[in-house]
């Protein structure tokens, strides 16, 4: 892949706040309360022993992995990752408002819950203006330099 240089529209700018600041906040909440997100974890894998060091391992991992498709956008303006952050993003999106949604039905309205679910939604409709188009679809043919 090849980095991109020159300016990043205000689009890609504000994308890559969003989906850091997401991805931020998960670590952050996460590393709160470590029992909760031992608990969490060990329903999802059973087979593991889950302790302290292992949550935190597990937490910064996520955490590395949701900075992929920034670096991807955001770097390398690799017009491919729109699409799939797209389709990934809004199966993620569906996800924290059903989890907002079961919070506030059963009267936990979290405001972290709200907070993560904007953020997700605007980096994702971010993707879809003109200029993260433009930005995603360049060629090299206005001069701004590519380095390999």
């Known amino acids: 892949m090849k980095v991109r240089q020159g300016a990043r529209p205000l689009a890609i ?3 890559a706040a969003c989906l850091f600041l997401f991805a931020l906040l998960n670590l952050i909440a996460g590393l709160a309360d470590l029992s ?7 329903d999802f894998w059973p087979s593991l022993e889950w302790n302290r ?9 996520q955490f590395t992995i ?3 498709p ?3 956008i955001y770097v390398f303006a690799a017009g491919f990752a729109r699409w799939f952050v797209f389709s990934f993003g809004l199966a993620k999106l569906a996800w924290v408002l059903l989890n907002f949604l079961a919070a506030l039905w059963f009267g ?4 972290l819950r709200f ?3 904007v953020l997700l939604g605007s980096a994702l409709l971010l993707l879809l203006l ?3 188009r433009h930005w995603l679809a360049h060629k090299g043919e206005d001069g701004s330099a590519v380095v390999q």
């Open 13 to 15: 700018r504000a994308f």
């Open 36 to 42: 909760t997100s031992e608990a969490i974890l060990a």
């Open 53 to 61: 060091d292992l949550t935190i391992v597990a937490l910064f991992t």
């Open 66 to 68: 949701a900075l992929i």
């Open 70 to 72: 920034l670096v991807w």
């Open 108 to 111: 936990e309205g979290e405001v």
């Open 115 to 117: 907070i993560l679910a």
């Open 130 to 132: 003109p200029a993260s």
